[in-house]
């Protein structure tokens, strides 16, 4: 089942004014708990074994450490959480080197809060579809990771599947809504004659959607020839 609690958030920050300010935001949005505020490097390290925490909104510089060698050391480590670095740098190289080693945003200082919720909202977002994917499977199709890699699951320009080239959206669904009126499979010619393109097109599609894994095939014995192959919406 996906996990139905309050995402939980380790703040690192050593000015304790915008730590506080932070905590607030967290808790204007339904969904998250602030768990703790760290300002230090010894604090953080603790925290963070401790707590165990989903996310991090971790700052850049302190006076005892980098907060970009803290990320590299959480990105080592086997424990599976997540870092939003809050910070008031803005040297581009620090901003790539933040990227590259795995940051799911990168907010400048000082930040709105519509920037703070709409950066948390998005996490949500791709910590509960993370989490589906998890339950339903061990093993993700290619949409399904980009969904993950985009990280922003709810605009509408991100509701639309990437479609490799020579596939159209309308025949696409035109074929599965031809698989959906049936309950036994249908061959690749059979498909073609109902939509109304070759042969060779309606298996293009019926085959992209096998990769998508949203249809299984089977083999069909007739009374001579050879086998058919024969699709099914699962």
Do not use: W
């Not at 768990?35 to 005892?64: H, W």
């Amino acid at each position: 089942m996906v996990q139905n609690r309050d995402i939980e958030v380790l703040i690192i920050e050593d000015d304790l004014r915008i730590a506080e300010i932070q905590k607030r935001f967290i808790e204007k949005i339904e969904g998250f708990q602030a768990v703790g505020i760290a300002a230090s490097y010894e604090e953080a390290k603790t925290f963070i074994e401790l707590l165990q925490p989903d996310l991090l909104l971790l700052d850049v510089y302190f006076p005892d450490m980098n907060g970009l060698d803290l990320l590299k050391e959480t990105k080592q480590q086997e424990k599976q959480m997540d870092v939003i670095m809050i910070t008031a740098t803005k040297e581009i190289h620090k901003v790539q080197e933040a990227i590259s080693i795995g940051v799911f945003d990168y907010m400048i200082k000082p930040v709105i809060f519509e920037r703070f919720k709409q950066s948390l909202g998005r996490y949500q977002e791709y910590h509960r579809k993370l989490n589906e994917f998890r339950d339903e499977n061990l093993h993700v199709t290619q949409q399904q990771v980009d969904k993950l890699l985009r990280k922003d699951l709810t605009g509408a320009a991100y509701d639309k599947p990437y479609l490799p080239k020579g596939i159209d959206p309308l025949t696409l669904e035109k074929v599965l809504e031809v698989l959906g009126k049936v309950n036994y499979g249908l061959t690749a010619e059979v498909v073609a004659k109902e939509i109304g393109v070759s042969r060779t097109t309606a298996r293009r599609y019926l085959e992209h959607l096998m990769s998508e894994e949203k249809i299984a095939a089977d083999l069909a014995y007739g009374t001579v020839g050879r086998p058919e192959r024969v699709y099914i919406v699962k």
